[in-house]
């Protein structure tokens, strides 16, 4: 609910995007993108995950819920290989 209400206070505000963090599920960011009206939602990285596989979960989530895309750091830039999981991410939200 508290991620919902943030992106619906975006859209009150009247900003073109907003960035959320992930409520636990794609069913709860579902409803918290779709709160936030015609504002974009795009994910905020967050925490640092235990494996890049479980944050690619996440993305997968989340652009499934509808949103638009992520601006995330430590989950790419603290990996070893940091180009990797970025083409990874890239795919999942382009195709």
Not at 52 to 69: H, Q, T, W, Y
Not at 80 to 94: A, D, L, Q, R, V
Request: charged share 25%; glycine share 12%; net charge positive.
């Amino acid at each position: 609910e508290i991620t919902a209400y943030a992106a619906r206070v975006g859209l009150e505000l009247g900003a073109d995007i907003v960035k959320i963090k992930y409520c636990g599920s794609g069913e709860c960011f579902k409803k918290a993108v779709e709160a936030a009206g015609k504002t974009k939602v795009v994910l905020s990285g967050g925490a640092k995950t235990k494996t890049p596989e479980g944050f690619l979960e996440v993305v997968k989530n989340v652009m499934s819920a509808g949103a638009i895309g992520v601006a995330v750091g430590r989950n790419v830039w603290q990996l070893e290989n940091p180009f990797e999981i970025s083409k990874k991410i890239k795919e999942i939200i382009f195709q």
